[in-house]
């Protein structure tokens, strides 16, 4: 209540006394901020060197205990605390409070008398007024008071009266002064004090216990509005069901008033088969997600997705629990839940219109409306379907009804994510990047058997892997490899070297070396053995006559995505288990790929396309035969120690993943990473943070999901990215594989998948440029914004260019290239171990 005698004769002026008494206040579970006002405490003993710019300095939050749950509104707080002096002289009162409150990092404003107070404070907005209350001046202070609470912008400020101490030692036993104050419509009172330390800790003080509280109440407000008024339908029960709030959107859609739900078990509105089972789920604190059936009051029953979220005030069992309902699409479209709307087209202005122009619209789609509107599972393409359908039915102009009719099938009939390449591509470029993005459902050609094609892409036998327990032998130069490892982290890390100088084991080496980084057998409970032996069986699964895909490039992609990790926003995002989940991924992502495309097992009715119905092939294939080999034996399965739920997570994570690397789903991917990244944080001060990633957004799991996409998916085409050693070998390496599809292709007479890598008229730079150009510029430009690594574009600019320069010298062929490596900024080969 302000400077008490006890207080003042308790706090000695010496350092240490004022060291003691923070450290009390913090043993009682206040916590200062995270930046000034923690300087400021820990240098508090001498007050030397604080000084603080009055209008642009932050304060920081203050927290309260730390078992409280954080809340990301209601525990905000104004980013910088505006005080309001109102004092009709200057005196040493008011110095010491201004020069202590700009100590604060506040903001400080002074007035004299009641019309520049009231001024300054609708300019202004002050959340901290302190009006002086002394003596004959305390008739004019309650003015003051009154004034500026009946201001329009008055909105949960903190008022204080600064008092003498004997306004507070008041001669009539029984009156108690500081009621009158409340009265007025003061907060409370200050007494005056001339003491620094103890008026910095009144301060901090009010700041703890009335500013903070303050915010938080018009934060919650905030909440409690916005999810009164959302458009997904929210119910809130009680531990035994009861419902405890229901929002509006609540009575829209159900039809009872909100007084006719409140109080009854959510169970007379909400069916659902596997309550029990659904109960004993979220009593245990674990969220549940699945589609429920709702009762209206008309008894019409609408299945919801729905969301059931346990809310614990404690430490214990939940208190409450939390249902969201995603009823965005119904909320807007309430109408079609009535029992004759859905029989009936809505009334249409014909007035305007062509008669039989409006007959064939409606005629084409009030029964694919019908059927969309009563699906239980709706994609967000059938939402856009629905309301351009209904739109058209409103549109007066015939060529704007038809353009919409044409949005309409084209939106039916194409694969909403799939490029088309402008007329005027190259027609090289074109027949390379549609191979790369073309489905094997999408070939049209008859396929052919080919009993020797499916024999030699046969899936190598698991039991045949050689003993877990292998030694391994001691290699030329083991320092060289060491000096290798050590920059296992950057990203002109040399991958070629350490396959030479490994003797084509980069994977075990390289893996081993990053898994300790992050720490996975620890992560995963297991032994460090266990990790080895599982790196040791995943690389020999990989196949040494490829020339591209084989166990060099998933050490490489292991690699990018251990340094992609390394950046502060993806630490931020991902979660220690997605980290180990997604060098697992990386690891055996492409663990017994045959050196051939999808299509082309497909074509040659490999068993495999056979067995995956020529739907992912390859990636299926690779996900997998990774856990098949992982659980065949205890030696090296790395997951055996983990708790069913981690395992499950680690396991779809690494699945997802691995599937997100098929190439026909790389703009489907890209465009909705982008949509991600697009949403950006609406600053007052654009010029000061132009583009500020929403986190809110990103954080959201089906977010965090397209994260884990894009990481892997920009690791593995990451070659372009390279320094020009790196990037040169890899597109030798690759046109060679690609040359050896073809060769195969011809002998066997299957379809030709990719024309241009004919080894007599391939141009290798032009496809480079052309790769750079459609598939990995937007992507790396994108990447590159999320994480903050520019030098993946700075090579990525420098080896275009490079391939531009090499492709107007005329050097286009595998022979082309190997007289351009032999330059010695190119080289790949050591000479301690000879040619490669």
């Not at 008490?4 to 206040?30: H, P, V, Y």
């Not at 458009?231 to 009872?256: A, P």
């Not at 703009?667 to 500020?692: G, S, T």
């Not at 050693?725 to 002998?747: G, H, L, M, N, P």
Request: proline share 4%; with cysteine.
């Amino acid at each position: 209540m302000g400077c008490k005698t006890s207080m003042l004769e308790c706090i000695e002026d010496t350092g240490e006394a004022e060291k003691r008494k923070q450290s009390n206040i913090l043993d009682q579970g206040f916590l200062l901020g995270k930046t000034e006002y923690e300087e400021i405490i820990r240098r508090k003993s001498s007050f030397e060197g604080i000084g603080v710019d009055d209008e642009n300095a932050d304060c920081s939050t203050l927290k309260g205990p730390q078992n409280i749950e954080a809340h990301p509104l209601t525990n905000s707080v104004p980013s910088l605390i505006k005080i309001l002096l109102v004092f009709p002289k200057d005196d040493q009162q008011m110095d010491i409070l201004a020069t202590t409150s700009r100590r604060l990092g506040w903001s400080v404003s002074a007035a004299k008398d009641m019309e520049k107070a009231v001024e300054l404070f609708q300019d202004r907005g002050h959340e901290l007024v302190i009006i002086d209350h002394r003596g004959q001046r305390a008739a004019e202070a309650d003015m003051i008071c009154r004034a500026i609470r009946s201001s329009p912008v008055y909105h949960n400020s903190v008022i204080i009266a600064l008092v003498k101490k004997s306004f507070l030692m008041h001669g009539e036993k029984d009156k108690i002064v500081t009621l009158d104050l409340l009265e007025t419509g003061f907060s409370k009172a200050l007494m005056e004090c001339s003491h620094e330390r103890i008026l910095i800790n009144e301060l901090v003080g009010i700041y703890a216990s009335a500013l903070v509280p303050r915010t938080q109440l018009a934060a919650a407000n905030a909440l409690y509005l916005a999810l009164d008024r959302c458009r997904d339908m929210v119910h809130v029960t009680n531990d035994k069901h009861i419902v405890q709030f229901v929002n509006k959107i609540s009575e829209k859609l159900l039809g009872y008033k909100t007084s006719e739900i409140l109080g009854k078990s959510i169970t007379d509105i909400v069916i659902y088969d596997n309550f029990i089972l659904m109960e004993q789920h979220i009593s245990k604190g674990r969220e549940f997600e699945g589609n429920m059936n709702c009762k209206r009051k008309n008894n019409q029953t609408i299945t919801i997705s729905c969301r059931v979220i346990p809310y614990s005030i404690s430490l214990k069992k939940p208190n409450y629990y939390i249902y969201i309902y995603d009823t965005t699409y119904l909320s807007e479209n309430i109408e079609l839940l009535s029992p004759t709307s859905s029989l009936q087209p809505r009334e249409t202005v014909v007035s305007q219109r062509n008669m039989s122009e409006i007959k064939l619209i409606e005629g084409r789609r009030r029964s694919s409306i019908r059927k969309l509107h009563k699906l239980q599972l709706e994609a967000p393409i059938t939402k856009v379907i629905t309301l351009l359908s209904n739109a058209v039915m409103e549109i007066e102009s015939p060529e704007t009804a038809a353009q919409i009719e044409k949005a309409i099938d084209i939106l039916q009939t194409t694969e909403l994510y799939e490029p088309s390449l402008r007329e005027d591509t190259d027609p090289v470029t074109t027949e390379f990047v549609e191979a790369l993005l073309s489905s094997p459902k999408k070939v049209r050609e008859s396929r052919r058997s080919s009993v020797e094609s499916a024999r030699f892409f046969a899936e190598k036998n698991v039991n045949e892997v050689p003993s877990l327990h292998m030694q391994i032998k001691g290699f030329k130069n083991p320092q060289e490899i060491a000096n290798v490892l050590d920059k296992c982290l950057e990203w002109d890390f040399d991958i070629f070297k350490l396959e030479i100088l490994t003797e084509n084991r980069p994977l075990l080496f390289l893996g081993m070396t990053i898994m300790n980084v992050y720490r996975v057998p620890a992560r995963l409970g297991c032994d460090e053995k266990i990790v080895q032996n599982w790196l040791t069986v995943i690389e020999m699964n990989y196949k040494v006559r490829n020339s591209y895909h084989n166990s060099t490039h998933a050490a490489d992609v292991m690699q990018a995505t251990a340094r992609f990790m390394q950046s502060e926003r993806l630490k931020l995002i991902l979660e220690p288990l997605d980290e180990v989940a997604a060098l697992i991924a990386a690891a055996a992502h492409d663990i017994d790929h045959p050196g051939r495309s999808s299509q082309f097992l497909c074509n040659s009715n490999n068993k495999l396309a056979i067995l995956y119905n020529d739907l992912s092939v390859l990636e299926s294939h690779h996900a997998a035969l990774t856990f098949k080999l992982s659980l065949s034996d205890d030696s090296v399965n790395i997951f055996q120690n983990l708790e069913r739920d981690s395992y499950k997570q680690v396991r779809q994570t690494v699945i997802d993943m691995i599937l997100a690397t098929e190439m026909t789903k790389h703009f489907e991917h890209l465009a909705k990473f982008m949509n991600v990244c697009n949403a950006r944080i609406d600053y007052q001060h654009m010029d000061v943070y132009p583009d500020v990633v929403d986190m809110s957004v990103v954080l959201q799991p089906e977010n965090v999901v397209l994260v884990k996409r894009m990481m892997i998916k920009c690791a593995d085409v990451s070659n372009p990215t390279r320094p020009l050693r790196s990037c040169v070998e890899w597109a030798r390496r690759i046109a060679e594989e690609y040359f050896s599809q073809t060769d195969e292709e011809k002998k066997l007479k299957l379809p030709v998948l990719m024309p241009m890598f004919d080894r007599s008229t391939c141009s290798i730079p032009k496809s480079q440029i052309g790769f750079v150009d459609f598939i990995i510029n937007d992507m790396i430009e994108a990447w590159d914004a999320f994480i903050d690594m520019p030098e993946m574009v700075g090579y990525m600019r420098h080896n275009y260019e490079k391939w531009k320069e090499y492709n107007d010298r005329g050097l286009s062929t595998l022979l082309d290239i190997d007289k351009i490596q032999e330059l010695p900024e190119l080289q790949i080969t050591l000479v301690t171990h000879g040619t490669r």
